[in-house]
Nanobody, 113 residues
Framework: VQLLESGGGLVQAGGSVRLSCAAS????????MEWFRQAPGKQRELVAL???????NYADSVKGRFTISRDNTKNTVYLQMNSLKPEDTAVYYC????????WGQGTQVTVSS
């Protein structure tokens, strides 16, 4: 499966951004889709995931602010990010999991204070 993220950019604190990840090359519907992020000097961390059945899970740091969703008709997973904070600044990666993780190239999100 190939993954292509879009939607990153520069946003002010308190603002919103929606990331998209378009999948191709395989049956999108069977994958658990995940969003990770990596800030400078920090390890990559799982932000949110959505299973093939639509169950979701979030990191504590983003609960209540971020929403992951998927549109199987468009082979796309989204990450709606609201009430952004400067500490949300990172490269955000889309990943597809089915026995192994397949990664997108990442998209930068910068939140200014």
């Amino acid at each position: 499966v190939q993954l292509l993220e879009s939607g990153g950019g520069l946003v002010q604190a308190g603002g919103s951004v929606r990331l998209s990840c378009a999948a191709s090359g395989s049956d999108f519907t069977i994958y658990t889709m995940e969003w990770f992020r990596q800030a400078p000097g920090k390890q990559r961390e799982l932000v949110a995931l959505i299973t093939a059945a639509g169950s979701t899970n979030y990191a504590d740091s983003v609960k209540g602010r971020f929403t992951i969703s998927r549109d199987n008709t468009k082979n796309t997973v989204y990450l709606q990010m609201n009430s952004l904070k400067p500490e949300d600044t990172a490269v955000y990666y889309c990943a597809a999991f089915l026995a192994t993780l397949y990664w997108g190239q990442g998209t930068q999100v910068t939140v200014s204070s």
